[in-house]
């Protein structure tokens, strides 16, 4: 016999009619103990007079007319993820490709910015010096990298109009990696639909 009363769900079990390995115990605790017994007696009755009662079922559209009055908000990240799946696509190795190439072009683009913002001398104050220093920094290194790609004529270049220079490096690389992304959709889709 078990040491305990019977649990809700072990009364259930037994009101059902639960002939499996478990019920031996459970019958033998109800054969043992009155309490438990007086419960699964009023939970039969219960359940014989709710099998009795009058059985009701709504009108045909019920539940189509109850959801067309709700009102389903998206939270913002759920939208978000939604957003996402759509672009990213299902292939392992290009959805790690259109990552890489989405975060190239965040980058490229937040440098472009960055070269517009200092190219307009968009600065005054105390600001100018530091943001002289920046775009020094990023012209410099702008330089090295046009120099050993196209020579030092093209740097020298660079280096008489650098701001021009360096909007019109920035605008091609955005060009060149959006293309990219680009290029990865579309690969991503044909082998969709090769897939499907
Ligand atoms: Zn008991």
Not at 27 to 53: G, K
Not at 154 to 172: C, E, K, P
Request: proline share 4%; glycine share 10%.
């Amino acid at each position: 016999m078990q040491h305990r009363h019977l649990l809700p769900n072990e009364i259930d079990l037994l009101l059902d009619g639960d002939a499996g390995f478990g019920a031996t115990p459970l019958r033998a605790h109800i054969d043992e103990c009155t309490d438990c017994r007086a419960r699964l007696d009023e939970a039969r009755v219960m359940a014989d007079a709710l099998e009795h009662l009058p059985h009701f079922a709504p009108r045909p559209g019920f539940a189509d007319r109850v959801l067309c009055q709700v009102q389903i908000v998206e939270p913002w990240h759920v939208a978000a993820v939604a957003t996402v799946r759509r672009v990213v696509p299902e292939s392992r190795p290009l959805r790690v490709l259109t990552i890489a190439g989405t975060g190239l072009a965040s980058v490229a683009i937040s440098a472009g910015a960055l070269g517009l913002a200092l190219g307009t001398r968009l600065t005054v104050g105390s600001a100018t010096v530091i943001t002289t220093r920046i775009r020094d920094a990023i012209l410099g290194g702008l330089q090295d990298a046009v120099s050993s790609v196209f020579g030092a004529g093209a740097a020298t270049a660079l280096q008489s109009d650098g701001a021009l220079a360096m909007s019109a490096a920035a605008v091609a690389l955005v060009a060149a990696v959006g293309g990219a992304a680009f290029g990865f959709r579309a690969l991503a889709a044909a082998s969709r639909q090769r897939g499907s």
